[in-house]
């Protein structure tokens, strides 16, 4: 059994963990278009795993970045840029 997607190009993290659980459950993920993708082969996985680990380690470098902007913000007296929750409307 195998799960397809047309495309590989918008998987997400949840997609991407999902598609890990796959082989324990005797099933596979399979791509129409992206030959890479395709978690029924050793070099599928492979590349799954690689993207998957790029796209955290992207993913953290973009966390630190804007909290030290937010923390160089917030020594300068800048006020937060998004607005706590609720929003209080003023009308």
């Known amino acids: 059994m195998a799960a397809i997607k047309e495309l590989a ?38 590349m799954v795993v690689v993207i998957g680990g790029l796209a955290e380690f992207e993913r953290e470098l973009i966390r630190a970045r804007t909290g030290e902007v937010r923390k160089r913000a917030k ?4 006020p937060e840029l998004r607005p706590t929750w609720p929003v209080k409307c003023s009308r």
């Open 75 to 78: 020594a300068r007296g800048v």
């Open 9 to 46: 190009d918008r998987l997400d993290g949840r997609a991407a963990q999902d598609a890990g659980r796959l082989p324990s459950a005797g099933a596979g993920f399979k791509s129409l278009k992206d030959a890479w993708c395709d978690t029924t082969t050793p070099h599928g996985r492979l």
